[in-house]
Structures are given as C-alpha cells and as structure tokens.
T-cell receptor, first 114, second 114 residues
Framework: GNSVTQMEGPVTLSEEAFLTINCTYT??????LFWYVQYPGEGLQLLLK?????DKGSNKGFEATYRKETTSFHLEKGSVQVSDSAVYFC?????????????FGQGTTLQVKP | EPEVTQTPSHQVTQMGQEVILRCVPI?????FYWYRQILGQKVEFLVS????????KSEIFDDQFSVERPDGSNFTLKIRSTKLEDSAMYFC????????????FGSGTRLTVV
C-alpha cells in the first residue's frame, strides 16, 4: 500500500542551526510529494512540493529533493528561526479518477529556541 | 490570498448527537475534500467530492458520515450520531485541479464529543 514515514519528534534546535526532517515513502507508481506545515492554532499550509524524481521543491529557505532510488523526500533548511517552530507533515498524492488524495506522515514537531 | 473558511472553529457535542461542519471553499474551485486529525495522530483522508458527487471515500467514512454542497458555495460534513472516537480536528480543502496542484486547506474545526 501507500504510506509515509517521518522521523519521530519533537526536534529541538537552536536558532540558526541546520534542520533535517527525514521522510520516506512507499507507493505504487510515481506520486507527487509534499511538505505541509501547521503553525500553532492554524491549518495546513503547503510548504513545497515535487512532482517527479530528482525535482527539488523549495520555499522560504526550505528544500526537499524527490529521491526515487531511496524513496525519500527529506526536508532541510540551512538556518532555522524561532518562527519556524511548527509541525511539519510529509505527504504523497494518490490520484483516483477525477480527484486525488493526500497520504500524510505522522508529523514532526520542530521547536526552535532563541 | 483566497482562503478556505471553516466554521465553527470548535464544537462540543454530546455523544449520539448530529453535527454539521461547514466549509466555504475558494470560489472557483471544483474539487472538495475532508480530512481529519485525531489528536497526536496523522492527518487522514475522509472523502473527495467533485461534480456534486463523492469521488472517493475512505473506510473511515461510513454510513454515519455524509457530505453535501447545498447551495453552490458551502460544503458540509455531517456526522449523524457522533461517537467519542469522532473527536478530532476536521480539515476542509479545495482545489481547482483534481491533481492536487492548487490544494488549499482551511484552518479546521475541532470537534469534541463528550
């Protein structure tokens, strides 16, 4: 079946530290891959996406590369800020008929301390 | 930027009661979704809706659940007889393309069944 596995949290970093949140997936076919972010008290916001192998998604200093050979889509940022504190969800898309759906990982909480 | 609006933000209901969660998708979007997130767990797909009918539903979406687009602007999720295990955050989403290119989530309704 299709599934997404993320590293366990919480991840606690000091400001300006390097961030990696691991994400691996299992899927049939070639799904699109996404990172969503959920700030406290808010909904899910699309952070970045990649639609095919070797694509790199990037936004707000975050990056992730679609690695088909390792079935991974790790999220990275070179220098985190306190404002990056949130829950990060890796997800893949499955297309079904006219619509698609997202399959999410369990989420990783990031806490950035000043 | 256009938003998906969900009301109420928090609803408390007695077990066995019916609840209706409301969503106003982005006006030119044609594809609509409900997801839920039980506290501390992953975000799960419930149902997708296109052209006034359900496109796909998960095994969670049993006979107690129904969706409706009653007036061309609202998109509702009804739970007929709530159970304690229905307590969760429910997210509505809409898209202008079925393949998740423009997928926007609302900020969610927290449902507490007591």
């Amino acid at each position: 079946g299709n599934s997404v596995t993320q590293m366990e949290g919480p991840v606690t970093l000091s400001e300006e530290a390097f961030l990696t949140i691991n994400c691996t997936y299992t899927a049939t076919g070639y799904p699109s891959l996404f990172w969503y972010v959920q700030y406290p008290g808010e909904g899910l916001q699309l952070l970045l996406k990649a639609t095919k192998a070797d694509d790199k998604g990037s936004n707000k200093g975050f990056e992730a590369t679609y690695r088909k050979e390792t079935t991974s889509f790790h999220l990275e940022k070179g220098s985190v800020q306190v404002s990056d504190s949130a829950v990060y969800f890796c997800a893949l898309s499955r297309i079904s008929g006219n619509t698609g759906k997202l399959i999410f990982g369990q989420g990783t909480t990031l806490q950035v301390k000043p | 930027e256009p938003e998906v609006t969900q009301t109420p933000s928090h609803q408390v209901t007695q077990m066995g009661q019916e609840v209706i969660l409301r969503c106003v998708p982005i006006s030119n979007h044609l594809y609509f979704y409900w997801y839920r997130q039980i506290l501390g767990q992953k975000v799960e797909f419930l149902v997708s809706f296109y052209n006034n009918e359900i496109s796909e539903k998960s095994e969670i979406f049993d006979d107690q659940f129904s969706v409706e687009r009653p007036d061309g602007s609202n998109f509702t999720l009804k739970i007929r007889s709530t159970k304690l295990e229905d307590s969760a955050m429910y997210f509505c989403a809409s898209s202008d393309r079925g393949r998740l290119e423009g997928y926007t989530f609302g900020s969610g309704t927290r449902l507490t069944v007591v």
